[in-house]
């Protein structure tokens, strides 16, 4: 079975760093896209950054030049360096990973890790 571990995340004050990581457990062998997702109170959850296998890394206008994500597929892994965080950063940040392989299956849909909570004070 597929799972999104987070670990990272917490309580800054604006202008401080803050790093987020998610390890993919289990059989796996190949993710095709793995990265990250927020979503602020009274909003929808929207995307943050996407490491695409083979392909540049997207980010969101909001936190371009100040974020910062990267991959370690030997660990299944993904991160996320916040730098210069701003209060409208403030969310409760999601893992997420799809084109799953296994050894016995493929998983194209998105798989979400529990979501690590952000919170950043003025």
């Known amino acids: 079975q597929v799972q999104l571990v987070e670990s990272g995340g917490g309580s800054v004050h604006a202008g401080e760093s803050l790093r987020l990581s998610c390890v993919v457990s289990?059989?796996?062998?190949?993710?095709?896209?793995m990265g990250w997702y927020r979503q602020a109170p009274g909003k929808e959850r929207e995307l943050v950054a996407e490491a695409r296998t083979g392909s540049t890394i997207q980010y969101a206008e909001a936190v371009e030049g100040r974020f910062i994500c990267s991959r370690d597929n030997a660990k299944k892994a993904v991160y996320l360096q916040m730098n210069s965080l701003k209060p409208e950063d403030t969310a409760v940040y999601y893992c997420n990973a799809r084109g799953i392989a296994t050894e016995t299956s493929y998983y194209g849909s998105d798989h979400w890790g529990k979501g690590a909570l952000v919170t950043v004070s003025s």
């Open positions: 289990g059989n796996v062998y190949r993710i095709l896209v």
